[in-house]
């Protein structure tokens, strides 16, 4: 049961058990479940069981078992569906494509050949920043921001 559930989520319901979904494991923190829409076989989703819409919202221990169960189903997943690889990663925020907002880890098993893309592959046009604009954005992510 979810300890601070939004009504209007659908992972909230699936972790509620209010809808249906093939959850594959299951923690005090954590709920993971096939996609529905996979884009591979043992395509996984692992969300923390509270909703919580983006990354930075999740407290520290939340993180750290929805880090944690990411390793143990990783390589569940992966010899599953006798993968040869795998893609882990979160769409965090809408600009990136998020679209369930809920926290959730995509596991997405690769395979030799599948056609695919890395997740380098997730962003527009590389940026040609200079050597002063690296220095400042490295700053100011050691700063926290701007
Ligand atoms: P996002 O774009 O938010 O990172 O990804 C949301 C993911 O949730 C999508 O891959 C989509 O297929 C999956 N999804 C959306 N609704 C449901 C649902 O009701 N059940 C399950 N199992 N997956 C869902
Ligand atoms: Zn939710």
Sequence with gaps: ?????????????????????????????????????????GHTLVVPRDHHERVADLPEAVSETLF????????????AVDADGLNVGINDGSAAGQE?????????????????A????????????SEAELDDIADAIERGGR
Excluded: K, W, Y
């Design 68 to 79: 944690s169960e990411v390793t143990q189903l990783v390589p569940r997943a992966e010899a």
């Design 118 to 129: 890395p997740i380098h592959a997730v962003a527009g046009e590389r940026p040609d920043l």
């Design 1 to 41: 049961m979810s300890s601070n559930r939004d009504d209007d989520c659908i992972f909230c319901a699936i972790v509620d058990g209010d809808i249906p979904a093939r959850i594959v494991r299951e923690t005090d923190h954590t709920v993971a479940f096939l996609d529905a829409n996979p884009l591979a076989p």
């Design 100 to 116: 369930v907002p809920h926290v959730h880890v995509h596991v997405v098993p690769r395979f030799d050949g599948d056609g695919g």
